[in-house]
């Protein structure tokens, strides 16, 4: 069965912008104004984060941007409440639920998966599950809900757990762009990243790339682009985020500064 | 295969408990440690330079004391098995050394390590200097302040201490930046993790180094009582390596009863407190599927002790089921009960214990040791880092 991840990436092919904010940040019920803004200003597929208080895989950004979501009040339930009726109003954007598998797994992962599903989500990403959990107790039921899982690869990932990855999702591949966590520097000799990105292309893997991690504005994201089908950014638009009492209106002029 | 209480499963697991849940950042690094941990602590040359390490560098073996004053008290035979006379003054250097040796074999060259009551910091400086290796501590910002000789003792020995000022602040904050810091700098770090947590194949390495604790016990104890087997082993757990050694080569003696005794704080309902084993429900923290302290959509609680080394809301895995299959059992030590315990120990023994150590020592009284018992409490470390605290409360304690 196709999803909406799939036809995303059909129906446009290259330069693909997916976009990652906090559930819950600024304000409590941001989320759904949030998504529609990103989507009408040109983001191609929406990633949701589910706050987590130890966040480890996240750099300052989103850790700051996942405690103040939990203090708001964000937690999954509301979540979920929040999301119910958003395919009414977004009906062909992906969604994508981002977070750590201990609060996913304290919620019940079937209630998860359930719930999720209901809502129209497209996509999980969970980086702390691993591999062979995922396929041993999981993968059935993502199937069943028509989940799609998004697994991460990175510099250091050997060419055969590649392959793997490639064989385990029908999504995307989420390219992490260097050493580091989300919003990283990623400072690395000159031509290190390019032969990276260029070793995973010439694998011409099943699925469709994505380069995340330190990827923050018009010029990065073109760059991400040639070498991908599109790229994430997270961090920076948390930031134009930060302070702001209209969220929607920044988050619409901050894709546009990047796809303009 | 099936788990044994010293052998967790290939897969890093002991019962429900252990595992590796680590985003692929990490993947490559905890995998080539995985395979290859094993094949090292086995090798002879690895073997004999951590032997030699052991004996002439941290001075082992540490004594089996007797304490004589202490047994009168409490009816029973009380056995410190002196840790605290570690080279840098606790357990937490026969990690350190073996892990360093570990990390040049793996061709590392900066080593990163995170620290509550600052003695694995300082452990892990000191064995960064012996072998001439750059050292990062994460440290929270708390715990700079509460230990803060350790703080000075480790910018001596020429680490860089940095401050985790995320959470509370604490030993849980500061893992969570020496992790993101091994996510930055996958290919030449090193993580030397200070107690039987974290992901597989750690709780598993560090629990092997530390087993010579118990090994050395064995002998002592069947030298000065005639039996290899006490009636009881008390230690105190943070994480758990110090009573992760005091306990393996125990764990298969049903007859040997084992105690870990965790902090209370404040009590262990006063909503101020470590007692993972009573509070915490089965989650994920720092890549180890474990007993954690969680609110109901499992979000990470903060904890409280006044002992930063106990300051930490989850236990190691081995540690979660052996509390989860009786095979130890747990108890909790109130911060006041600490401390008149360290009082206790310095006045009939001339020690003076880690505020960590005291809370094993303060459960003397509830074990119902008899006068034909044995009982080994392990000394797992010194007080000289607590002077402060223990000023701060004289009142209490004197
Ligand atoms: C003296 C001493 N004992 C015990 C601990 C607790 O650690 P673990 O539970 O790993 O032995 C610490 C930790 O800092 C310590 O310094």
Redo the contacts between chains.
């Keep these: 069965m196709q999803n909406r991840i799939q036809q995303a990436f059909q129906k446009k092919g290259k330069g693909l912008l997916n976009v990652y904010f906090t559930a819950g940040y600024p304000s409590l019920h941001d989320t759904v104004p949030l998504i529609k803004s990103l989507t009408q200003a040109g983001a191609d597929l929406i990633e949701i984060g589910m706050p987590?208080?130890?966040p480890?895989?996240d750099?300052p950004v989103i850790?700051a941007s996942s405690?103040a979501a939990?203090q708001n009040g964000m937690?999954?339930r509301v979540l979920f409440q929040q999301l119910e009726g958003i395919r009414q109003e977004v009906p062909e954007a992906p969604i994508l639920l981002m977070g750590?598998?201990?609060?996913?797994?304290?919620?019940g992962v079937e209630n998860f998966c359930r719930e999720a599903a209901a809502a129209g989500v497209d996509g999980v990403i969970l980086?702390?599950?691993?591999l062979?959990?995922y396929v041993a107790e999981y993968q059935d039921m993502f199937r069943r809900y028509n989940l799609r899982p998004v697994?991460?690869?990175?510099p250091?990932?050997?060419p055969e757990?590649i392959r793997r990855i490639d064989e385990l999702t029908d999504s995307f591949l989420y390219l992490?762009s260097g050493?580091?966590?989300t919003g990283?520097a990623n400072t690395q000799a000159e031509g290190v990243q390019e032969a990276y990105f260029q070793r995973i292309e010439a694998m011409n893997l099943r699925n469709p790339r994505l380069i995340g991690f330190g990827i923050g504005d018009k010029a990065s994201f073109q760059r991400a682009c040639q070498y991908a089908e599109g790229a994430i950014i997270g961090s920076a638009l948390i930031r134009a985020l930060e302070g702001t009492d209209d969220a929607p209106a920044a988050a619409a002029r901050f894709v546009s500064s990047v796809l303009k | 295969m099936s788990t044994t209480y010293q052998q967790p499963t290939e897969?890093g697991y002991y019962g429900q408990f252990g595992?590796?849940?680590?985003?692929?950042?990490l993947?490559?690094?905890v995998e080539e440690l995985r395979q290859q941990y094993l094949d090292i602590l086995a090798d002879p040359a690895f073997q004999q330079e951590y032997q030699q390490l052991l004996r002439d560098y941290v001075g082992r073996p540490t004594p089996l004391f007797e304490a004589k004053r202490l047994s009168a008290k409490y009816n029973t035979h009380v056995y410190l098995k002196r840790e605290d006379l570690c080279h840098t003054g606790a357990h937490k250097v026969n990690n350190t050394v073996g892990q360093i040796l570990l990390a040049k074999r793996l061709g590392k060259t900066r080593i990163i390590a995170e620290t509550g009551a600052g003695q694995h910091g300082v452990a892990t400086a000191t064995v960064c200097a012996l072998m001439g290796m750059q050292c990062i501590v994460y440290m929270g910002e708390i715990d700079m302040e509460r230990q803060k000789p350790n703080v000075y003792r480790m910018r001596l020995l020429g680490a860089e201490v940095r401050a985790a000022l995320?959470?509370s602040r604490t030993l849980?904050d500061a893992t969570?930046e020496a992790?993101?810091d091994w996510?930055?700098?996958?290919?030449d770090t090193h993580y030397i993790i200070g107690s039987v947590v974290g992901p597989h194949p750690y709780p598993d390495l560090v629990a092997r180094l530390q087993a010579v604790i118990s090994e050395e016990m064995r002998k002592q104890l069947l030298e000065k009582t005639g039996s290899e087997l006490p009636s009881y082993v008390v230690a105190c757990v943070g994480g758990g390596s110090n009573a992760a050694g005091a306990f393996y080569h125990f764990l298969e003696e049903p007859a040997v009863k084992l105690v870990a005794v965790e902090a209370a704080g404040h009590g262990v309902n006063s909503g101020h407190s470590a007692a993972t084993s009573v509070l915490g429900?089965p989650?994920?923290?720092?890549?180890s599927r474990t007993l954690?302290m969680?609110d109901?959509?499992?979000?990470?609680t903060e904890p409280y002790s006044l002992s930063a080394g106990l300051d930490y809301p989850g236990i190691g895995p081995l540690h979660a089921f052996l509390a989860d299959s009786g095979r130890a059992r747990f108890i909790s030590i109130e911060d006041e009960d600490a401390l008149r315990a360290v009082a206790e120990l310095s006045r009939l023994e001339g020690i003076i214990p880690a505020l960590e150590t005291a809370h094993a020592l303060a459960a003397l009284g509830q074990l119902g040791a008899g006068p034909d018992d044995v009982v080994v409490v392990n000394l797992s470390g010194r007080g000289d880092k607590d002077l402060e605290t223990y000023l701060k409360y004289a009142d209490t304690i004197l």
């Design positions: 987590f208080s130890d480890l895989a750099g850790q405690t939990l937690n999954m750590y598998l201990n609060p996913v797994m304290q919620f980086p702390d599950l691993p062979d959990d697994f991460l690869i990175t250091q990932t050997a757990r992490v050493p580091g966590t990283g | 897969r595992g590796a849940f680590i985003p692929e950042m993947y490559p690094n995320s959470g849980k969570n992790i993101r996510i930055s700098n996958p290919v429900k989650g994920i923290i720092h890549g954690l969680q109901e959509d499992g979000q990470i």
